[in-house]
């Protein structure tokens, strides 16, 4: 027996011990999933009589009982993933949610609570009690591995250790085409931000391979958990620059326990409507900016208009002369309520049937008619009646949509030039378009604006609105009372039980709620890439979360869009609210080689990023090659060629100006297959050929950046599109320049 096998033994025993406790929690995950489909079983087998109340309190506890069985079910992979040892010996696991046994002794920690903080914040200099951290890897139910750091003194000289550690591990892990769940990685920096207030604006301030977006996620999830009461019933949302984005993220929250989060492109934050395509950049940089908001609001009040000389109308038989200053007052008693433009016309329309009524009750009583209140009641459903009186009305103040008032605005130029005297000819153009062309990124938060200019078209049954009221009132007071009843207190709240109280269709969540209604407010925003939006962007936002609870994550220095601004303050100036400041110092994605080719790169062209110390190098150096034009897609078929050769390649981004994006995609998949993808919907596949803006956000193993002068050129921001290309890789890093 070699020296080193006795210390293999202990190893192989503790993998042994590991793997029994994992076994017991996974025998206990299962008792948890089997009593909540018995409850539900019950639920469902019994008796289908009875009232609607009872019949709606049996679906409301039905979907909790399923909504807790599809939680159980996301969590079943990679349950545990850490152990912490107290200075007293004690153990504490480290899960995706927490167990407990059935005497409800706990077996298992969830993350989020503090209790379980020191798995993260815990180190040598500040070890909070813990003298040893074990990190716990899994493949299925089977654990593979046990890394160990010590952090305290084990009394045990001969007690073995193992294992590089979790955060090395992760980092050197392929890419996917979806981000790593890495709740067992996050360090102490990143875990002190996850777990911050909740209250106000925070920014997160990181450069390329920080962690931003995991930060961004955990963060999500941890607010979930500890902040349940208020964000169960409003809602959590969270945005990102693109649908690759969503499609890269959507398995974290799922993982980490949470099913309840609205994810939102920029493109899809008015219901209705999924814009996945952007205007030109000058044509963004307008549709973006504050000034859109005065145009609108123009727009909007040139749709109310008195007439420029007498109308005449027909009612009944009778003809009425109708003078401006009639239709003028009516405008400006539906003005001065301030209420939105579809919601003030019914003042306005109150005001104009009442004098036309006057008028006409006048000329009746001209000619010898007797005229009691009766009479004026049905004389006022005469004029209400007449197509001549509702042409004359909807002339002066017609009920709009949003799409309708965008629309106009785009493919009338004569009513254009009508609101924008200052503006010149050519920045009118920008905004022409043809009347049924798509929408665009840029077009949302001006839908949006109008939207809330406009206003909603009043009920028309108001005593139906003051009934569904009182009913709502009676619904929650019955749900307490079935809460108390079935012994569920503390899984739901009455608020939320009444909600399965509808009289038909399924009972929704909050989550799904949100997604349908644009006047919806959510109890807090996460932003991601942040550093994108523009003004009227952030303006929507801002609806969104009216106690302005935000969490912003992004990067400065990435920001490509024409609308971006060169600092947070100018950046988020939009929301009106002040904002408190984290940064992100430590890269754990990108190999010290590549982040300080990507520096030093960005410098040399005059962009001012932010430092950080990468963890760890690479075993591959990267690589700038110079070629022509003419070589440039034989070089690139090569470059390519060369990474899959390599052992477990991993997935591979050819990153290039959005021109050749094509041409190169045709030449690749002609070399190699079907294996090469295109763009955002490519992610599953082991290469994918995109734009720079497409990459944002997104890792890959390896990189191969384009013609970087044609990336500089092609975009308004154009160092920013590069360093953002440059810094995709985790592992390796290929330029090609052409000369």
Request: net charge negative; hydrophobic share 40%; no cysteine.
């Amino acid at each position: 027996m070699t020296q080193s096998q006795p210390v293999e033994a202990k190893l192989a025993l503790e993998v042994e011990s590991e793997q029994r406790y994992l076994d017991a929690l996974y025998a206990r995950l299962d008792t948890v999933k089997a009593e909540a489909r018995s409850e539900l079983d019950r639920v469902r087998l019994g008796p289908q009589g009875g009232t609607h109340q009872s019949r709606s309190e049996r679906d409301a506890m039905a979907r909790i009982y399923e909504d807790r069985i599809a939680q159980l079910r996301e969590v079943d992979d990679r349950l545990a993933f850490g152990r912490l040892e107290s200075d007293g010996g004690d153990y504490r696991y480290i899960g995706r949610i927490g167990l407990r046994d059935a005497d409800l002794q706990p077996l298992l920690l969830d993350w989020r609570v503090p209790q379980a903080s020191a798995f993260y914040q815990a180190t040598a200099a500040t070890p909070l009690g813990v003298r040893a951290r074990r990190h716990l890897s899994t493949d299925g139910r089977r654990i593979t591995r046990i890394e160990d750091e010590l952090l305290g003194d084990l009394g045990d000289p001969d007690r073995p250790l193992s294992g590089e550690s979790a955060l090395m591990a992760a980092l050197t892990a392929q890419r996917t085409g979806r981000m790593h769940d890495i709740v067992a990685t996050i360090q102490a920096e990143q875990d002190r931000i996850i777990r911050s207030d909740l209250r106000g604006v925070l920014v997160v301030q990181g450069g390329p391979g920080t962690g931003k977006t995991a930060v961004a996620l955990h963060r999500a999830a941890y607010l979930l958990y500890t902040h349940r009461d208020r964000l169960a019933s409003s809602g959590l949302l969270v945005v990102g620059p693109s649908r690759s984005f969503l499609r890269y993220i959507e398995q974290v929250l799922p993982s980490l326990g949470e099913t309840g989060v609205v994810l939102s492109s920029l493109g899809s934050l008015y219901p209705g409507i999924d814009a996945q395509a952007d205007d030109p950049a000058d044509v963004a940089a307008l549709k973006g900016s504050p000034r859109m908001t005065e145009l609108l609001r123009r727009a909007v009040h040139s749709r109310q208009v008195v007439p420029t000389e007498t109308q005449t109308v027909e009612v009944n038989g009778e003809s009425i002369d109708v003078s401006p200053e009639l239709i003028a007052k009516a405008i400006r008693r539906a003005q001065d309520s301030r209420k939105p433009h579809n919601e003030a016309r019914v003042t306005f329309v109150s005001h104009a049937l009442a004098a036309l009524t006057s008028e006409l009750s006048a000329r009746l009583r001209r000619r010898g008619d007797t005229i009691d209140d009766e009479d004026v009641r049905m004389l006022r459903e005469d004029v209400r009646s007449s197509q001549d009186v509702r042409v004359l009305l909807n002339t002066a103040w017609l009920p709009l949509t949003p799409e309708k008032l965008l629309g106009d605005l785009y493919a009338r130029p004569q009513w254009l030039a009508s609101l924008t005297p200052s503006w010149n000819e050519q920045k009118r153009s920008l905004l022409h378009r043809d009347r049924g062309a798509a929408w665009t990124i840029s077009d949302i938060p001006l839908l949006d604006e109008a939207a809330e200019l406009l206003g909603e078209a009043p009920a028309a049954n108001a005593a139906a609105e003051a009934a569904q009221r009182r009913q709502r009132a009676l619904d929650i007071e019955n749900a307490e009372n079935a809460i108390r009843n079935m012994g569920v207190e503390g899984l739901v709240s009455a608020e939320a039980l009444a909600d399965g109280f509808a009289e038909s269709g399924p009972r929704l969540t909050a989550a799904e709620r949100a997604s349908t209604d644009r006047s919806w407010t959510f109890g807090h925003i996460v932003v991601d890439e942040a550093q994108e939006l523009s003004p009227m962007q952030w303006r929507l936002l801002r609806r969104r979360a009216p106690l302005r609870s935000f969490t912003i994550v992004g990067d400065i220095a990435q920001a490509s869009s024409p609308v971006a601004a060169s600092n947070w303050s100018d950046a988020i100036r939009s929301l009106g609210a002040e904002f408190r400041l984290e940064e992100l110092t430590v890269n754990y994605r990108t190999p010290t080689q590549i982040a300080a080719l990507a520096e030093r790169t960005a410098k040399e062209l005059g962009l001012n990023v932010t430092s950080s110390q990468s963890v760890r190098e690479s075993e591959w150096e990267p690589r700038e090659l110079t070629v022509t034009e003419r070589a440039l897609v034989p070089s690139l078929v090569e470059a390519v060629r060369a990474d899959r050769m390599l052992p477990d390649p991993g997935t591979l981004a050819v990153i290039a100006p959005e021109a050749l994006v094509g041409e190169l995609h045709a030449a690749l998949h002609d070399e190699f297959g079907a294996s090469i993808g295109l763009g955002s919907a490519s992610l599953s596949q082991s290469v994918s050929v995109m734009s720079p803006r497409t990459a944002k956000g997104l890792e890959f193993d390896s990189v191969v950046a384009v013609d970087p002068d044609g990336i500089v050129a092609a975009e308004p921001r154009g160092v920013s599109a590069l360093y953002v290309t440059l810094t995709r890789a985790t592992q390796r890093l290929t330029v090609l320049k052409v000369s």
